[in-house]
């Protein structure tokens, strides 16, 4: 347990950060803003304001600025920009690829393999990636309140064979500090309880998330600690994401990333590899590398399933061994991730 005397010394390091939630806030969230800010034509309008209505468009300053302005075929942009192509229907497309709403014992709770349990810590993120696979979630149906979290908890204390709390979202990063503190200081108290992980994309997207409210509570909780990130493209790795990571790593976290391959973004081995030294030079071990998720309105960004793997055996001769993630499928009803 770090004492209470460190972290005076750590605010003392981070003079001067953003604050988050302001920039959280602000975000862009009209497909004509987005545009004008990034110098794109009136001819992108009517197919970010198609794609807007069915999933928002949401992109905050600190991701914005690492998108090349003018340049349509960005690979960051093209991660964030709404498009016509969302309304067309493709076969086996559908609103719950992974039939989550099978798997929800207690709101805001996802049991679907061994030991390991996910939490819905918070219904919005801080990016909205037109690929996701929750894009049809029903997030106010499963965002829970505090008694609802005590039901959550409960489950998780009856279930010995439980060793990890891993919390999702949305991002759950999106939540509140006071919330999260408050949330982990009740699974810390689980005995089974070993570790706790965290899936987000806010250390990419707003790197000032990782401020010291954050890291007084990540560093003091008895739990061991991952957090896997979500990056597709070495461009999203800038000097503040490496910061942020570094912070991460201060406060005993194991940095992990988990990737989706991406039509247009990242479907070429001189752009996994990069990804992955990129990820290293973050002090970030590639983890999985999964293949998309059949969700609705994003029928565009798919790579067929043999072109992913001569892609990865085709990296597999350019990486060293632990800069290789592993190839994913998510399958509905399967006891883990399937690797292709
Ligand atoms: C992906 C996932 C996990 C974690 O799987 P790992 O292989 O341990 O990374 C846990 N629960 C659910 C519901 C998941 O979708
Ligand atoms: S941050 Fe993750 S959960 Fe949120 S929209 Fe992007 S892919 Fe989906």
């Known amino acids: 347990m770090i004492t209470r005397s460190l972290i005076p010394l750590q605010r003392q390091a981070m003079p001067g950060r953003g604050d988050w939630q302001a920039q959280l806030a602000g975000a862009v969230r009209d497909p004509r803003e987005l545009l004008r800010r990034l110098g794109l034509g009136e001819a992108w309008l009517p197919g970010a304001e198609a794609g807007h209505a069915l999933f928002e468009v949401r992109v905050p300053a600190p991701y914005l600025a690492r998108i090349r302005p003018g340049d349509p075929a960005d690979p960051l942009l093209r991660q964030v920009l709404p498009l016509g192509e969302e309304a067309l229907a493709a076969p086996g497309y559908v609103a719950d690829p992974l039939a989550e709403a099978d798997h929800t014992p207690a709101r805001g709770l996802i049991h679907k393999y061994a030991g390991r349990v996910l939490l819905i810590a918070s219904p919005t993120c801080a990016v909205n990636c037109r690929y996701c ?70 250390p990419v997207v707003i790197p000032d998330r990782i401020d010291a409210a954050l890291l007084d509570w990540l560093s003091t909780t008895r739990l061991q600690k991952v957090v896997v990130l979500h990056v597709n493209h070495a461009q999203e790795i800038d000097d503040a994401v490496i910061d942020a990571c570094q912070r991460l790593h201060d406060a005993g976290v194991t940095l992990l990333n988990q990737s989706v391959l991406l039509r247009g973004v990242n479907d070429d081995v001189d752009t996994l590899a990069e990804l992955s030294e990129r990820l290293f030079e973050a002090g970030v071990l590639p983890y999985y590398l999964h293949v998309l998720d059949p969700v609705e309105g994003a029928s565009h960004f798919d790579v067929a399933d043999d072109e992913a793997r001569e892609l990865v055996a085709e990296l597999r001769k350019l990486l060293p061994g632990f800069l290789m993630p592993t190839l994913v499928r998510e399958v509905p009803g399967e006891a883990s991730k399937t690797p292709l």
């Open 133 to 202: 696979f929750r894009r049809h979630f029903p997030y106010a149906e499963n965002a829970p309140s505090r008694t609802q979290w005590q039901e959550t908890l409960a489950y998780l204390r009856e279930d010995a064979s439980i060793h990890e709390a891993i919390l999702s979202g949305g991002d759950p990063l999106a939540a509140s500090d006071r919330q999260l503190a408050w949330l982990v200081e009740r699974l810390a108290a689980i005995p089974h309880l070993k570790r706790l992980r965290i899936h987000t994309r806010l």
